[in-house]
C-alpha cells in the first residue's frame, strides 16, 4: 500500500497571506490527524476527522481550519499566516480498526517570511 | 488532559551496545496506547513499537522492546545491538482508547530523545 502523502512538501508564504496543505491518507483508512512541528512547542495537534467530520481539534486559534473529503483527503487551511506558523506540519492516517497507532506523512515544511 | 515526559533531551550509545529512552505519562485513564515514534533527519515519523495498556506483557519488534509499566506510568524503550541507522529522534506518544472521549484520535507526544550512535 501506498503511505500518506502530503502536497506540497515546501511552501514560503508572506504574513498575511492564507495556504491550504492536502494529506491522502492510507488507502482505507479513515481518520486523518494534522499535528504542528516547531523547536520550541514541539508536536502538538491541531485537528482529527473521521469520516468527514472533526472529532477533535487542538488548542489553536480559529485561522487554522480544516475538512476532509468523502474519499477521506483531507486539507487545512491557515489564514492570515503569521511569522509563528511557520514549522513542519505532519498529516497521519489511521484506520477505523486497529490498534489506535498513527501513520506519517513527510510532512508539509512551511516558512512565512 | 494527559502529559508524556521525556527527561532525556540527549543520549549517545556505541554501534552494538544496548541503550534505554525513558518516558513517563500523566493519565487518568485506564486504557490506552503508548507508542515511540522515530524521527530521522529526513523528518519522516516512523512508528517504532505500540503498546496497549490493558496488556501486561512488554511489545517487542525485532532489536527494540518496552518496558511497561502501569502503575509507575512509565514506558521505556530498550534498543538492542545499535546500529548507525537508529540515530534519530525518538518520540514517546500517548493515544486514548476511549472512542467516546475528548482526547481519541489524538496523540499526546513527549519533547523528544536525540540518539547518537557512535561507530
Known amino acids: 500500500k501506498a503511505g500518506v502523502t502530503q502536497t506540497p512538501r515546501y511552501l514560503i508564504k508572506t504574513r498575511g497571506q492564507q495556504v491550504t496543505l492536502s494529506c491522502s491518507p492510507i488507502?482505507?483508512?479513515?481518520?486523518v490527524s494534522w499535528y504542528q512541528q516547531t523547536p520550541g512547542q514541539g508536536l502538538q495537534f491541531l485537528f482529527e476527522?473521521?469520516?468527514?467530520?472533526?472529532?477533535n481539534k487542538g488548542n489553536f486559534p480559529g485561522r487554522f481550519s480544516g475538512r476532509q473529503f468523502s474519499n477521506s483527503r483531507s486539507e487545512m487551511n491557515v489564514s492570515t499566516l503569521e511569522l509563528g506558523d511557520s514549522a513542519l506540519y505532519l498529516c497521519?492516517?489511521?484506520?477505523?480498526?486497529?490498534?489506535?497507532?498513527?501513520?506519517f506523512g513527510p510532512g508539509t515544511r512551511l516558512t512565512v517570511t | 488532559a494527559q502529559t508524556v515526559t521525556q527527561s532525556q533531551p540527549e543520549m549517545s550509545v556505541q554501534e552494538a551496545e544496548t541503550v534505554t529512552l525513558s518516558c513517563t505519562y500523566d493519565t487518568s485513564e485506564s486504557d490506552y496506547y503508548l507508542f515511540w515514534y522515530k524521527q530521522p533527519p529526513s523528518r519522516q515519523m516512523i512508528l517504532v513499537i505500540r503498546?496497549?495498556?490493558?496488556?501486561?506483557q512488554n511489545a517487542t519488534e525485532n532489536r527494540f522492546s518496552v518496558n511497561f509499566q502501569k502503575a509507575a506510568k512509565s514506558f521505556s524503550l530498550k534498543i538492542s545491538d545499535s546500529q548507525l541507522g537508529d540515530a534519530a529522534m525518538y518520540f514517546c506518544?500517548?493515544?486514548?482508547?476511549?472512542?467516546?472521549?475528548?482526547?481519541?484520535?489524538?496523540?499526546?507526544f513527549g519533547q523528544g530523545t536525540i540518539l547518537t550512535v557512535h561507530p
Open positions: 497521519a492516517s489511521s484506520p477505523a480498526r486497529g490498534g489506535g497507532e498513527q501513520y
Open positions: 503498546q496497549e495498556a490493558y496488556k501486561q
Open positions: 488507502s482505507g483508512h479513515r481518520s
Open positions: 506518544a500517548y493515544r486514548s482508547a476511549n472512542a467516546g472521549g475528548t482526547s481519541y484520535g489524538k496523540l499526546t
Open positions: 476527522y473521521f469520516s468527514e467530520t472533526q472529532r
